[in-house]
C-alpha cells in the first residue's frame, strides 16, 4: 500500500474544495440559488446534497453504515438553504467532518471493511467512491458559475495560456510534488499574509 494515499487523497479532496469555493466567491448571491429549469439544480441544492451526504458518509465512518437512517436524501434536493452564510455553513460543516475523518485514519485502517447502504466496502474503496462524488458535483457548481459570474476568472490555466505554463513547468528542473501544491500552497500563503 502506498504510504502516501490518505495525504494525497486529503490535497485532492482540499483542492476541489477550493475550486467550489473560489466559484462561489465570483458570484452574487442570487446566483447562488439561480436553477436553469425544474430538472436542474441551483448551487445551493448542490451544497445542500454534498452537505448532506458527507455528513452521512464521514460520521461515524469506520463503525457505522454511510447512509444514516436520519439522513433524507430527497430533502437535500429541495430550496432549504435561504442565504450565502447559510450555504458557506454548510459547505465548512461537510468538508469539516470529511477532512477531519481523513486525517483521523491510519494506512491499516484502509483495508478495512465499512458498509454504504449495506454493501461493503473496503475504506480505500469508499474514499475513492466520494472522490469521484464529490468532484462530479463541484464540476456542475463551477459550470452553472461561468454560466453566472458577470467577471468569470478561470480556476485553472487561463484560455490562451498553455503553452506558457508548459514552458514555464519545462524550465524547472525534474521533482516530485503533488499537483495540487501549486493551487493549495499559494492559497495557504495568501491566507496567512492575510491574517
Same mark, same amino acid.
Given at each position: 500500500?502506498?504510504?502516501?494515499?490518505?495525504?494525497?487523497?486529503?490535497? $485532492?479532496?482540499?483542492?476541489?474544495?477550493?475550486?467550489?469555493?473560489?466559484?462561489?466567491?465570483?458570484?452574487?448571491?442570487?446566483?447562488?440559488?439561480?436553477?436553469?429549469?425544474?430538472? %436542474?439544480?441551483?448551487? !445551493?441544492?448542490i451544497?445542500?446534497?454534498?452537505?448532506?451526504?458527507?455528513? %452521512?458518509?464521514?460520521?461515524g465512518?469506520?463503525?457505522?453504515?454511510?447512509?444514516?437512517?436520519?439522513?433524507?436524501?430527497? %430533502?437535500?434536493?429541495?430550496?432549504?438553504?435561504?442565504?450565502?452564510?447559510?450555504?458557506?455553513?454548510?459547505?465548512?460543516?461537510?468538508?469539516?467532518?470529511?477532512?477531519?475523518?481523513?486525517? %483521523?485514519?491510519?494506512?491499516?485502517?484502509?483495508?478495512?471493511?465499512?458498509?454504504?447502504?449495506?454493501?461493503?466496502?473496503?475504506?480505500?474503496? !469508499?474514499?475513492?467512491?466520494?472522490l469521484?462524488?464529490?468532484?462530479?458535483?463541484?464540476?456542475?457548481?463551477?459550470?452553472?458559475?461561468?454560466?453566472?459570474?458577470?467577471?468569470?476568472?478561470?480556476?485553472s490555466?487561463?484560455?490562451? $495560456?498553455? !503553452? $506558457?505554463?508548459?514552458?514555464?513547468?519545462?524550465? $524547472?528542473?525534474?521533482?516530485q510534488?503533488?499537483?495540487?501544491?501549486?493551487?493549495?500552497?499559494?492559497?495557504?500563503?495568501?491566507?496567512?499574509e492575510?491574517?
Amino acid at each position: 500500500m502506498n504510504p502516501n494515499y490518505l495525504e494525497s487523497v486529503i490535497r $485532492q479532496f482540499e483542492y476541489y474544495k477550493l475550486l467550489g469555493e473560489k466559484t462561489i466567491a465570483q458570484l452574487p448571491d442570487d446566483a447562488l440559488f439561480r436553477q436553469f429549469n425544474e430538472a %436542474s439544480n441551483s448551487i !445551493a441544492i448542490i451544497v445542500n446534497h454534498l452537505h448532506g451526504n458527507m455528513l %452521512s458518509r464521514w460520521t461515524g465512518f469506520l463503525t457505522t453504515d454511510g447512509e444514516k437512517e436520519w439522513r433524507n436524501r430527497d %430533502s437535500e434536493f429541495e430550496d432549504h438553504i435561504s442565504s450565502r452564510d447559510e450555504l458557506l455553513g454548510r459547505w465548512e460543516e461537510g468538508w469539516g467532518i470529511l477532512l477531519h475523518t481523513l486525517r %483521523s485514519l491510519k494506512e491499516e485502517d484502509l483495508l478495512k471493511t465499512v458498509y454504504i447502504r449495506n454493501q461493503g466496502h473496503t475504506v480505500l474503496e !469508499a474514499i475513492n467512491r466520494q472522490l469521484a462524488h464529490y468532484p462530479y458535483h463541484i464540476g456542475q457548481i463551477v459550470y452553472l458559475g461561468k454560466m453566472y459570474a458577470e467577471k468569470w476568472t478561470s480556476l485553472s490555466i487561463p484560455k490562451g $495560456q498553455s !503553452a $506558457q505554463y508548459n514552458n514555464n513547468k519545462f524550465a $524547472q528542473l525534474p521533482h516530485q510534488e503533488h499537483f495540487t501544491s501549486e493551487f493549495l500552497d499559494n492559497t495557504a500563503g495568501s491566507k496567512n499574509e492575510k491574517e
